[in-house]
């Protein structure tokens, strides 16, 4: 089993950042990626970026590039999503997940991930 907890939520201004935090522990070596999700009130789950946990590489949804940045420590078993030039479109419940399946990198299904953390919520006002 892995457990993730993320932290880091808020209420933001549009235009401004947050960094989001996901610590995972128990299992973690068993973990080949790792990723960020969100679900907006009305809306299915989406897919936001992706790290591989091995190799770093990364991967974002197209709403976000160039203003998302999704890193690890390996030390710390922590993953970031550090989000610039935040918009209101960008309110959210955001979730990190793990996965033991190394072809999850190439999919951005939600079904693809086996452990979920509880959620943070970030809210962007205009």
């Known amino acids: 089993q892995v457990q993730l907890v993320e932290s880091g939520g808020g209420l933001v201004q549009a235009g401004g950042s947050l960094r989001l935090s996901c610590a995972a522990s128990?299992?973690?070596?068993?973990?080949?990626?790792m990723g960020w999700f969100r679900q907006a009130p009305g809306k299915e789950r989406e897919f936001v970026a992706t790290?591989?946990?091995?190799?770093?590489?990364?991967s974002y949804v197209d709403s976000v590039k160039g203003r998302f940045t999704i890193s690890r420590d390996s030390a710390r078993n922590t993953v970031y999503l550090q989000m610039n030039g935040l918009k209101p479109e960008d309110t959210a419940v955001y979730y990190c997940?793990?996965?033991?399946?190394?072809?999850?990198?190439?999919?951005?299904?939600?079904?693809?991930?086996?452990?979920w953390g509880q959620g943070t919520q970030v809210t962007v006002s205009s």
């Open positions: 790290i591989g946990l091995t190799d770093g590489r990364t």
């Open positions: 128990g299992r973690t070596a068993s973990s080949f990626v």
């Open positions: 997940a793990a996965s033991q399946k190394s072809w999850a990198y190439f999919t951005n299904s939600a079904s693809a991930y086996d452990y």
